[in-house]
Protein backbone atom coordinates (compact mmCIF):
# COMPACT_ATOMS: atom_id res chain seq x y z
CA UNK A 1 0.00 0.00 0.00
CA UNK A 2 1.23 3.54 -0.81
CA UNK A 3 -0.25 5.29 1.41
CA UNK A 4 -0.96 2.84 4.95
CA UNK A 5 -1.95 5.09 7.57
CA UNK A 6 -2.47 4.57 11.44
CA UNK A 7 -3.51 6.54 14.69
CA UNK A 8 -0.55 8.45 16.22
CA UNK A 9 -0.61 11.04 19.20
CA UNK A 10 -0.73 14.77 18.21
CA UNK A 11 2.78 16.17 18.32
CA UNK A 12 4.60 12.67 17.87
CA UNK A 13 7.47 11.33 15.82
CA UNK A 14 8.10 7.99 14.51
CA UNK A 15 11.22 6.48 13.87
CA UNK A 16 11.33 2.73 11.49
CA UNK A 17 13.03 0.33 13.52
CA UNK A 18 12.57 -2.88 11.77
CA UNK A 19 11.14 -3.55 7.98
CA UNK A 20 10.89 -6.92 7.09
CA UNK A 21 11.15 -5.50 3.43
CA UNK A 22 14.93 -4.26 4.46
CA UNK A 23 17.23 -5.92 1.81
CA UNK A 24 19.50 -7.91 4.76
CA UNK A 25 16.01 -10.10 5.08
CA UNK A 26 15.94 -10.59 1.40
CA UNK A 27 13.30 -7.96 0.71
CA UNK A 28 13.21 -5.61 -1.77
CA UNK A 29 14.74 -2.61 0.45
CA UNK A 30 12.01 0.05 0.13
CA UNK A 31 12.72 1.90 3.61
CA UNK A 32 16.53 0.91 5.12
CA UNK A 33 15.84 0.54 8.96
CA UNK A 34 16.30 4.19 11.05
CA UNK A 35 16.67 5.78 8.11
CA UNK A 36 12.76 7.07 7.91
CA UNK A 37 11.28 9.31 10.56
CA UNK A 38 7.62 10.06 10.10
CA UNK A 39 5.93 13.36 11.92
CA UNK A 40 2.20 12.70 12.95
CA UNK A 41 -0.10 15.02 10.76
CA UNK A 42 -3.71 16.13 11.68
CA UNK A 43 -6.06 13.45 9.58
CA UNK A 44 -8.23 11.28 11.49
CA UNK A 45 -7.43 7.33 11.60
CA UNK A 46 -7.64 4.61 14.03
CA UNK A 47 -10.06 6.97 16.41
CA UNK A 48 -7.39 9.05 16.60
CA UNK A 49 -7.61 12.94 15.45
CA UNK A 50 -3.68 12.91 14.17
CA UNK A 51 -2.25 9.63 11.96
CA UNK A 52 0.78 9.05 9.91
CA UNK A 53 0.30 8.43 6.32
CA UNK A 54 3.56 5.41 5.61
CA UNK A 55 4.18 3.32 2.05
CA UNK A 56 3.99 0.14 3.21
CA UNK A 57 5.21 -3.18 1.10
CA UNK A 58 3.41 -5.79 0.73
CA UNK A 59 3.64 -8.99 2.87
CA UNK A 60 6.27 -6.64 4.90
CA UNK A 61 6.17 -6.38 8.57
CA UNK A 62 7.52 -2.49 10.38
CA UNK A 63 8.27 -1.40 14.13
CA UNK A 64 8.31 1.92 14.82
CA UNK A 65 9.67 3.99 17.99
CA UNK A 66 8.19 6.78 18.79
CA UNK A 67 8.62 10.28 20.63
CA UNK A 68 5.42 11.04 22.40
CA UNK A 69 5.13 14.28 24.05
CA UNK A 70 4.31 14.19 27.66
CA UNK A 71 1.82 17.17 27.27
CA UNK A 72 -0.01 15.32 24.38
CA UNK A 73 -2.68 13.19 27.22
CA UNK A 74 -3.86 16.51 28.53
CA UNK A 75 -3.55 18.31 24.79
CA UNK A 76 -6.01 15.74 23.48
CA UNK A 77 -8.27 15.34 26.30
CA UNK A 78 -8.92 19.29 25.91
CA UNK A 79 -9.64 19.50 22.33
CA UNK A 80 -12.50 16.90 22.90
Not at 2 to 13: C, L, Q, T, V
Request: charged share 30%; proline share 6%.
Amino acid sequence: RIDYRFGAYRGSSYKLILNSDDAKYGGGGMHPEGMMILKAEKEPADNRDYSIAFPLPAYAAVIFSFDRPEADDAAEKDEK
